[in-house]
């Protein structure tokens, strides 16, 4: 079975831009989320859904940041305009649904969009 | 608040012998979950292993068990028989509650396996 499928894997532009990652769950899993890794901060959760409808975006930093699910296939987090701060790994990861036996169920990552804004 | 502390930076272990990263936890909650994830220098987070609040066995993957103390609120990851290929990040995750899928994460040791 493919694995939760991120794009870009590298994407490299200049502060001001937007940019846009991408995330295909894994076919049948109801939640998604959106993860940002860097070294000072480690990972933070920024968002995520359920059955397509953001459930908790507590974590986005601020206001250039939005993603949207707009299908249960398909996921996007932009940032608009981007800034240097903004560079790290972004992951998306899925889970199936729960509880009972799905609670037990890990999410699966994505191999992350390495971000780099100059 | 929900807490997960991974107190070992780094941590060195011989070729084939065992290793203990710690990971203590806090939280309120009765139910909870708690995971293990490895990220290996090529960047990807793989689930390695799974512990419920209410289990009443320590988890055991493969190479990998769990060294669940609830009362002391620890959740260590073992690793039997280090490999060369163990060399890695390894996170301590924990999902609160039964009603949510949400994750906080430790900060993480790395493990370096020395021939």
């Known amino acids: 079975d493919a694995g939760v499928i991120q794009s870009p894997r590298h994407e490299v532009t200049e502060m001001g831009q937007e940019v846009t990652l991408r995330c295909k769950p894994i076919s049948g899993h109801d939640y998604l989320f959106w993860y940002r890794q860097t070294m000072m901060r480690g990972l933070e959760l920024l968002i995520y859904f359920n059955n397509n409808v953001p459930i908790d975006d507590s974590g986005m930093p601020e206001d250039r940041f939005s993603a949207k699910m707009p299908n249960a296939s398909f996921s996007t987090l932009k940032i608009q305009p981007s800034e240097p701060r903004d560079s790290a790994v972004y992951f998306c990861?899925?889970?199936?649904?729960?509880?009972?036996?799905?609670?037990?169920?890990?999410?699966?990552f994505g191999d992350g969009t390495r971000l780099s804004i100059l | 608040a929900q807490k997960i502390t991974q107190t070992q930076p780094g941590m060195f272990v011989q070729e084939k012998e065992a290793v203990t990263l710690d990971c203590t936890y806090d939280?309120?909650?009765?139910?909870?979950?708690l995971f293990w994830y490895k990220q290996p220098s090529s960047g990807e987070m793989i689930f390695l292993i799974y512990q419920g609040s209410y289990d009443e066995q320590n988890a055991t993957e493969g190479r990998y068990s769990l060294n669940f103390q609830k009362a002391r609120k620890s959740a260590n990851l073992v690793i039997s028989a280090s490999q060369l290929g163990d060399s890695a990040m390894y996170f301590c995750a924990m999902r609160e509650g039964s009603g949510t899928y949400k994750y906080i994460f430790g900060t993480g040791t790395r493990l370096k396996v020395l021939a």
């Open positions: 939280t309120s909650d009765q139910s909870y979950g």
């Open positions: 990861a899925s889970s199936p649904i729960g509880p009972g036996t799905g609670a037990r169920q890990p999410q699966h």
